[in-house]
């Protein structure tokens, strides 16, 4: 079994090929992959990401690394929009169910024009590969499967890789390798 090192490694190499950004999967299917790794080994993947995507600003190459935080994102919509100081009233007065569905409700989060899906399409380069992390921080008010779905009908021009904390099959995913989502899905594994 490889390191998580060599893992990342081989993904490296995989991004630079040209093949890899024409975007084309089996049968030309949309470019969508996921990245699974032991929850764990959060701050080294945050830390390999970013260095990933510092190495690729400064060197030549004709595209350019768009990292997405979810969690990132969910907070500047609700600070942009003056809500923060609102969710932690929410969540004080009604729990974190309430809290959670609100915000859900707000970012719509559960369809192709929601926010999040907005935010990552209009601050996406044309030629890119885009990462999409932040999936443990933002559970459960944002669920990847939900992401994932709506990205696939507004984005398909460029590879989106999802990091993942936990386990993916190549069916189903296990966030924390506890929590098992029931959906299944059309992305593929980039490295085992």
């Known amino acids: 079994m490889k390191t998580l090192n060599e893992r990342f490694d081989e993904a490296e ?7 890899f950004r024409e975007n084309k999967g089996l049968g030309n299917e949309v470019g969508y992959y996921i990245f699974d790794y032991p929850p764990e080994e959060e701050m080294y993947v945050r830390e390999r990401i970013e260095h990933i995507k510092n190495k690729n600003e400064d060197s030549s190459n004709d595209y350019k690394i768009a990292v997405f935080d979810l969690y990132e994102i ?3 919509i609700l600070t942009d929009k003056g809500y923060l100081n609102k969710c932690y009233e929410i969540e004080r007065k ?3 169910n309430k809290l959670s569905t609100a915000i859900a409700n707000l ?10 899906v907005e935010y990552i399409k209009n601050h996406t380069p044309e030629k890119a590969v885009i990462f999409i992390t932040g999936i443990g921080k933002c559970f459960p008010i944002i669920r990847s499967h939900t992401v994932l779905n709506n990205l696939h009908l507004v984005i398909d021009n460029v590879p989106v890789i999802l990091f993942y904390p936990g386990k993916y099959n190549g069916q189903e995913l ?6 098992k989502d029931d959906n299944y899905y059309r992305a593929f594994k980039l490295v085992d």
């Open 107 to 116: 970012l719509r989060v559960n369809s192709t024009d929601g926010l999040i």
């Open 74 to 76: 969910m907070l500047k």
């Open 174 to 179: 296990i966030l924390f390798g506890e929590i």
């Open 94 to 96: 009604k729990g974190f």
């Open 13 to 19: 190499k995989i991004i630079k090929k040209p093949s």
